[in-house]
T-cell receptor, first 113, second 111 residues
Framework: GGIITQTPKFLIGQEGQKLTLKCQQN?????MYWYRQDSGKGLRLIYY???????QKGDLSEGYDASREKKSSFSLTVTSAQKNEMAVFLC????????????FGHGTKLSVL | SQWGEENLQALSIQEGEDVTMNCSYK?????VQWYRQKSGKGPALIIL?????REKRSGRLRATLDTSSQSSSLSITGTLATDTAVYFC???????????FGLGTRVSVFP
Protein backbone atom coordinates (compact mmCIF):
# COMPACT_ATOMS: atom_id res chain seq x y z
CA GLY A 1 0.00 0.00 0.00
CA GLY A 2 0.91 3.60 -0.37
CA ILE A 3 0.77 6.66 1.77
CA ILE A 4 0.21 10.37 1.42
CA THR A 5 2.36 12.53 3.65
CA GLN A 6 1.48 16.13 4.34
CA THR A 7 3.87 18.57 5.98
CA PRO A 8 3.65 20.34 8.27
CA LYS A 9 0.81 18.89 10.37
CA PHE A 10 0.22 22.24 12.02
CA LEU A 11 1.00 25.65 10.56
CA ILE A 12 0.67 28.95 12.36
CA GLY A 13 1.06 32.06 10.29
CA GLN A 14 0.74 35.81 10.48
CA GLU A 15 -1.71 37.92 8.55
CA GLY A 16 -0.36 38.67 5.06
CA GLN A 17 2.26 35.95 5.22
CA LYS A 18 2.92 33.60 2.32
CA LEU A 19 2.65 30.00 3.51
CA THR A 20 3.51 26.76 1.72
CA LEU A 21 2.03 23.34 2.38
CA LYS A 22 3.62 20.19 0.97
CA CYS A 23 2.26 16.82 -0.04
CA GLN A 24 4.05 13.64 -1.12
CA GLN A 25 2.49 10.39 -2.38
CA ASN A 26 4.12 7.05 -3.11
CA UNK A 27 1.13 5.44 -4.83
CA UNK A 28 2.52 6.49 -8.22
CA UNK A 29 -0.86 8.11 -8.87
CA UNK A 30 -1.25 10.51 -11.77
CA UNK A 31 -3.76 12.92 -10.26
CA MET A 32 -3.37 14.95 -7.08
CA TYR A 33 -5.72 17.36 -5.34
CA TRP A 34 -5.82 20.04 -2.68
CA TYR A 35 -9.04 20.46 -0.70
CA ARG A 36 -9.87 22.93 2.01
CA GLN A 37 -12.03 21.78 4.91
CA ASP A 38 -13.78 24.36 7.06
CA SER A 39 -15.89 23.36 10.01
CA GLY A 40 -19.43 22.64 8.87
CA LYS A 41 -18.67 23.24 5.18
CA GLY A 42 -17.47 19.95 3.81
CA LEU A 43 -14.49 19.80 1.46
CA ARG A 44 -13.93 22.33 -1.29
CA LEU A 45 -11.52 21.87 -4.18
CA ILE A 46 -8.71 24.40 -4.47
CA TYR A 47 -6.43 22.97 -7.18
CA TYR A 48 -5.82 19.68 -8.86
CA UNK A 49 -3.20 18.31 -11.21
CA UNK A 50 -3.61 15.43 -13.65
CA UNK A 51 0.09 14.96 -14.25
CA UNK A 52 3.51 16.45 -13.55
CA UNK A 53 3.59 20.21 -14.34
CA UNK A 54 -0.17 20.34 -14.91
CA UNK A 55 -2.36 22.64 -12.80
CA GLN A 56 -6.14 23.03 -12.86
CA LYS A 57 -8.13 25.49 -10.76
CA GLY A 58 -10.92 24.36 -8.50
CA ASP A 59 -13.81 26.41 -7.15
CA LEU A 60 -11.67 27.92 -4.39
CA SER A 61 -8.41 28.75 -6.19
CA GLU A 62 -8.40 32.51 -5.54
CA GLY A 63 -5.73 33.35 -2.97
CA TYR A 64 -3.75 30.17 -3.66
CA ASP A 65 -1.01 28.96 -5.96
CA ALA A 66 0.02 25.37 -6.56
CA SER A 67 3.01 23.56 -7.99
CA ARG A 68 3.48 20.01 -9.33
CA GLU A 69 7.15 19.74 -10.23
CA LYS A 70 7.29 15.98 -9.72
CA LYS A 71 4.69 13.26 -10.11
CA SER A 72 4.99 12.39 -6.44
CA SER A 73 4.65 15.87 -4.97
CA PHE A 74 2.10 18.65 -5.01
CA SER A 75 2.52 21.83 -3.03
CA LEU A 76 0.04 24.56 -2.19
CA THR A 77 0.87 28.18 -1.35
CA VAL A 78 -1.42 30.52 0.52
CA THR A 79 -0.40 33.76 -1.14
CA SER A 80 -1.52 36.08 1.69
CA ALA A 81 -2.85 34.55 4.88
CA GLN A 82 -6.07 36.10 6.17
CA LYS A 83 -6.35 37.13 9.84
CA ASN A 84 -8.22 34.60 12.02
CA GLU A 85 -8.32 32.11 9.18
CA MET A 86 -8.55 28.55 10.42
CA ALA A 87 -8.95 25.53 8.18
CA VAL A 88 -7.62 22.08 7.44
CA PHE A 89 -6.00 21.54 4.05
CA LEU A 90 -6.26 18.03 2.70
CA CYS A 91 -4.13 16.59 -0.07
CA UNK A 92 -5.42 13.62 -2.03
CA UNK A 93 -4.47 11.51 -5.00
CA UNK A 94 -6.23 9.21 -7.44
CA UNK A 95 -4.89 6.69 -9.94
CA UNK A 96 -5.78 8.91 -12.87
CA UNK A 97 -8.39 11.41 -13.96
CA UNK A 98 -11.56 9.41 -14.48
CA UNK A 99 -10.98 7.12 -11.52
CA UNK A 100 -12.16 9.37 -8.76
CA UNK A 101 -11.48 7.17 -5.77
CA UNK A 102 -9.45 9.48 -3.60
CA UNK A 103 -6.75 8.65 -1.10
CA PHE A 104 -6.20 11.40 1.45
CA GLY A 105 -3.40 12.57 3.67
CA HIS A 106 -4.03 13.46 7.30
CA GLY A 107 -4.17 17.16 6.62
CA THR A 108 -2.40 20.37 7.56
CA LYS A 109 -4.20 22.50 10.11
CA LEU A 110 -3.69 26.20 9.46
CA SER A 111 -4.21 28.94 12.01
CA VAL A 112 -3.57 32.59 11.22
CA LEU A 113 -2.98 35.02 14.06
CA SER B 1 -20.79 23.23 -9.37
CA GLN B 2 -22.75 20.46 -7.72
CA TRP B 3 -23.00 20.12 -3.96
CA GLY B 4 -24.13 17.04 -2.16
CA GLU B 5 -26.12 17.56 0.99
CA GLU B 6 -26.75 15.36 3.98
CA ASN B 7 -30.14 15.74 5.61
CA LEU B 8 -28.86 15.01 9.13
CA GLN B 9 -25.94 16.87 10.61
CA ALA B 10 -25.19 14.99 13.83
CA LEU B 11 -26.29 11.70 15.31
CA SER B 12 -25.60 10.20 18.73
CA ILE B 13 -26.34 6.52 19.21
CA GLN B 14 -25.42 3.61 21.44
CA GLU B 15 -23.23 0.74 20.41
CA GLY B 16 -25.18 -2.01 18.74
CA GLU B 17 -27.78 0.30 17.22
CA ASP B 18 -28.16 0.74 13.50
CA VAL B 19 -27.80 4.14 11.87
CA THR B 20 -28.76 5.55 8.47
CA MET B 21 -27.69 8.82 6.93
CA ASN B 22 -28.88 10.38 3.72
CA CYS B 23 -27.38 12.41 0.95
CA SER B 24 -29.14 14.27 -1.82
CA TYR B 25 -27.32 15.69 -4.81
CA LYS B 26 -28.26 18.26 -7.39
CA UNK B 27 -26.91 17.09 -10.74
CA UNK B 28 -26.35 13.86 -12.59
CA UNK B 29 -23.63 11.62 -11.21
CA UNK B 30 -22.27 8.28 -12.35
CA UNK B 31 -21.16 7.23 -8.90
CA VAL B 32 -21.68 8.10 -5.25
CA GLN B 33 -18.81 7.55 -2.88
CA TRP B 34 -19.04 7.51 0.90
CA TYR B 35 -16.05 8.54 2.97
CA ARG B 36 -15.42 8.25 6.67
CA GLN B 37 -13.24 10.75 8.48
CA LYS B 38 -12.05 9.99 11.98
CA SER B 39 -10.78 12.72 14.25
CA GLY B 40 -7.41 14.06 13.16
CA LYS B 41 -7.29 11.94 10.00
CA GLY B 42 -8.10 12.45 6.37
CA PRO B 43 -11.26 10.96 4.83
CA ALA B 44 -11.12 7.33 3.73
CA LEU B 45 -13.35 5.74 1.10
CA ILE B 46 -15.60 3.10 2.67
CA ILE B 47 -18.10 2.27 -0.06
CA LEU B 48 -18.80 3.26 -3.65
CA UNK B 49 -22.07 2.75 -5.52
CA UNK B 50 -22.52 3.27 -9.25
CA UNK B 51 -25.54 4.65 -11.07
CA UNK B 52 -26.51 1.19 -12.37
CA UNK B 53 -26.64 -0.22 -8.83
CA ARG B 54 -29.50 0.30 -6.38
CA GLU B 55 -27.76 -1.23 -3.41
CA LYS B 56 -24.22 -2.13 -2.38
CA ARG B 57 -23.07 -3.94 0.73
CA SER B 58 -19.70 -4.16 2.38
CA GLY B 59 -19.56 -5.84 5.77
CA ARG B 60 -21.78 -3.82 8.11
CA LEU B 61 -22.19 -1.06 5.54
CA ARG B 62 -25.05 -0.75 3.10
CA ALA B 63 -25.35 2.01 0.52
CA THR B 64 -28.36 2.70 -1.66
CA LEU B 65 -28.73 4.91 -4.64
CA ASP B 66 -31.92 6.28 -6.18
CA THR B 67 -31.03 8.13 -9.35
CA SER B 68 -34.63 9.25 -9.94
CA SER B 69 -34.69 11.21 -6.68
CA GLN B 70 -30.95 11.93 -6.79
CA SER B 71 -30.36 10.58 -3.33
CA SER B 72 -28.17 8.03 -1.61
CA SER B 73 -28.13 6.56 1.86
CA LEU B 74 -25.52 4.89 4.00
CA SER B 75 -26.51 2.48 6.74
CA ILE B 76 -24.29 0.95 9.39
CA THR B 77 -25.65 -2.05 11.24
CA GLY B 78 -24.56 -3.03 14.74
CA THR B 79 -22.53 0.12 15.29
CA LEU B 80 -19.31 0.07 17.30
CA ALA B 81 -17.62 2.89 19.17
CA THR B 82 -14.96 2.79 16.45
CA ASP B 83 -17.60 3.87 13.91
CA THR B 84 -17.53 7.32 15.51
CA ALA B 85 -16.59 9.64 12.68
CA VAL B 86 -17.87 12.17 10.18
CA TYR B 87 -19.35 10.55 7.09
CA PHE B 88 -19.34 12.35 3.76
CA CYS B 89 -21.04 11.52 0.53
CA UNK B 90 -19.26 12.58 -2.63
CA UNK B 91 -20.54 12.72 -6.16
CA UNK B 92 -18.92 13.19 -9.53
CA UNK B 93 -20.20 14.37 -12.86
CA UNK B 94 -18.52 14.75 -16.20
CA UNK B 95 -18.46 18.52 -16.15
CA UNK B 96 -17.13 19.31 -12.71
CA UNK B 97 -13.64 18.93 -11.40
CA UNK B 98 -13.23 15.76 -9.45
CA UNK B 99 -15.53 14.97 -6.57
CA UNK B 100 -18.04 17.26 -4.88
CA PHE B 101 -18.45 16.57 -1.18
CA GLY B 102 -21.46 17.02 1.04
CA LEU B 103 -21.36 18.76 4.39
CA GLY B 104 -20.96 15.52 6.32
CA THR B 105 -22.85 13.75 9.09
CA ARG B 106 -21.16 13.45 12.46
CA VAL B 107 -21.94 10.08 14.04
CA SER B 108 -21.04 9.53 17.69
CA VAL B 109 -21.37 5.99 18.99
CA PHE B 110 -21.33 5.58 22.75
CA PRO B 111 -20.46 2.31 24.49
Amino acid sequence: GGIITQTPKFLIGQEGQKLTLKCQQNFNHDTMYWYRQDSGKGLRLIYYSITENDLQKGDLSEGYDASREKKSSFSLTVTSAQKNEMAVFLCASSIHRGDERLFFGHGTKLSVL
Amino acid sequence: SQWGEENLQALSIQEGEDVTMNCSYKTYTTVVQWYRQKSGKGPALIILIRSNEREKRSGRLRATLDTSSQSSSLSITGTLATDTAVYFCATEDNYAQGLTFGLGTRVSVFP
